[in-house]
């Protein structure tokens, strides 16, 4: 057997995204690794619920063989076995994050052997996650510039603490990845979005997008602003809420999307959630970056996989960021080269390896 892989869970960012970057890049280059101190810098170290269902989720993907899979576990080895396609479900069990479940699994069903469809459930609309509405309409557009194909369907939204939320991702397979070559966002063109609530009433959802609405113009924003209401009446409403959220996309002449996002709360009002996630959004579209602050660490793995140079401009080199490029770097052997500082507009290249299914 080849020799692990061995990472460190508390190094940089210490938290969650190195455990979900490490499985899915062991997964495709068929690499075991040995993961310890895993989240160590997180106040519930080890993994939990929504981490567990990574590791679970990304093992049954790839029939890989797994040590250490239990609540609160701080090592994990994972030794991968041969990707397979078709139709799978997991449950979070809990409000942890479909989304970043997602972003384990996305990388490997992008090179399955066929058409993969997967069921989650767990919480659409989370803290310290992006939102559901984020991956569908800001990482997907911009990942099928790449060459990926995939959809994500919500059948029901779950917010903390009960969950219950339910999304299909459906992925085609590709051969190889395309590279991404976007420094600069260009000039807003217009501003899209997705205001919701569930178990509340229908204003609070309007009211997010109104505050949202309001805080661009006095920006100066005077392009078209289009952000769609979803609400549900008392007796139609599916979901075991309460819950709300918002997300808000840009879209540029050149076709760059920028999002941001914000998530109610008990005591926070409405007001206050549309206008968070416009302060970030105009935030990000000052620095003239193509871009998003959050959209920077998940590009990451993709552009390293792809054929070709990519060159990208991004709001903010978060913490998380770096992180993925050092895990990336440690896994694949490629070297990133990025010009500026933390928390700072930067811009990040790399020389992808041409990854092909295997």
């Known amino acids: 057997m080849t020799s692990l892989i061995e990472i460190d869970g508390s190094v940089l960012e210490g938290g969650g995204q190195i455990l979900r970057t490490t499985l899915a890049l062991s997964a495709l280059t068929g690499k ?14 080890g993994l939990q619920a929504q981490h567990l269902t990574c590791v679970r989720a990304v093992a049954e993907l790839c029939n890989a063989k797994v040590e250490g899979a239990y609540k609160g576990s701080k090592e994990l080895v994972f030794i991968p076995g041969k990707l397979r396609s078709g139709n799978f479900r997991f449950d979070i069990g809990t409000a942890g994050s479909i989304s970043l479940v997602i972003q384990a699994i ?9 058409r993969c469809t997967v069921e989650i459930t767990g919480g659409t609309d989370v803290h310290w996650s992006p939102p559901i509405d984020y991956v569908r309409y800001v990482l997907l557009p911009i990942l099928s510039r790449m060459g990926v194909k995939a959809e994500v369907q919500v059948l029901r939204r779950g917010h903390y603490p009960r969950g219950g939320g339910h999304v299909r991702l459906t992925v085609d397979p590709v051969d190889k990845l395309r590279p991404i070559n976007s420094i600069d966002f260009g000039n807003v063109q217009e501003i899209k979005g997705r205001s919701h609530c569930v178990k509340l009433p229908a204003h609070v959802a309007e009211r997010q997008a109104k505050a949202a609405t309001e805080f661009l113009r006095k920006q100066g924003i005077n392009v078209p602003i289009n952000i769609d209401i979803e609400t549900y009446p008392p007796h ?12 808000l996309w840009a ?7 920028i999002g941001a996002d914000a998530v109610g709360e008990k005591g926070k009002p409405a007001e206050q959630v549309g206008q968070e996630a416009a302060m970030k959004l105009v935030e990000d579209l000052r620095t003239g970056k193509a871009f998003d602050r959050h959209m920077a660490d998940m590009l990451i793995p993709y552009i390293a996989l792809a054929e070709g140079y990519s060159k990208i401009g991004v709001a903010k080199l978060t913490l998380h960021t770096i992180t993925n490029i050092y895990i990336t770097e440690k896994i694949l052997g490629v070297k990133f080269k990025v010009d500026g500082k933390e928390d700072q507009p930067g811009i990040i290249e790399v020389q992808g390896i041409g990854f092909t299914r295997r």
């Open 32 to 45: 075991p690794v040995r993961i310890f101190n895993i989240r160590a810098k997180r106040s519930n170290p």
């Open 106 to 114: 996305l990388p490997v069903l992008v090179f399955a052997p066929g």
């Open 236 to 247: 139609r409403d599916p979901h075991l809420g309460p819950g709300s959220g918002i997300v």
């Open 251 to 257: 879209i540029s002449d050149k076709g760059e999307i």
